[in-house]
C-alpha cells in the first residue's frame, strides 16, 4: 500500500488547512492510520489516530483544534486543522499499520508552516 499525503503549505496563525492522505489498494477498514508531525530539530511525535474502527484519538497539544476523519469510499483520512498556532509547523506524515495484511508504511510528508 502507498500513502499520499496534500494539503499542506503556509496559512497564518489562527487559520486552518486541511490534509489529506489517500491509500493506494487496500482498504480503510484493514488499518489503523495515524497522523503524525515532525518540528525542526524536534522528535517525530504522534498527532492523531483512528483505528479500524473508526475511533479516534488526539493529542493533548491539538485537541479541541484538529479532527481526524476517514472516507471509506475515497480511501483517504483527513486532518482537518484550525486555530493553527506557530508551534504547529512541521512536516505531517500519514502512517499506516495493519496486522491482518502485515505492513506499516509512510507517506512521503507535508510541510504545514504556520506564520505568526
Known amino acids: 500500500v502507498q500513502l499520499v499525503e496534500s494539503g499542506g503549505g503556509l496559512v497564518q496563525a489562527g487559520g486552518s488547512q486541511r490534509l489529506s492522505c489517500a491509500a493506494s489498494e487496500e482498504s480503510l477498514t484493514i488499518m489503523s492510520m495515524d497522523w503524525y508531525r515532525q518540528a525542526p530539530g524536534k522528535q517525530r511525535e504522534l498527532v492523531a489516530s483512528?483505528?479500524?474502527?473508526?475511533?479516534?484519538t488526539h493529542a493533548d497539544s491539538v485537541k479541541g483544534r484538529f479532527t481526524i476523519s476517514r472516507d471509506d469510499a475515497k480511501n483517504t483520512i483527513y486532518l482537518q486543522m484550525n486555530g493553527l498556532k506557530p508551534e504547529d509547523t512541521g512536516v505531517y506524515y500519514c502512517?499506516?499499520?495493519?496486522?491482518?495484511?502485515?505492513?506499516?508504511?509512510w507517506g512521503q510528508g507535508t510541510q504545514v508552516t504556520v506564520s505568526s
Open positions: 502512517h499506516a499499520t495493519s496486522l491482518i495484511r502485515g505492513f506499516d508504511v
Open positions: 483512528i483505528t479500524r474502527s473508526g475511533q479516534v
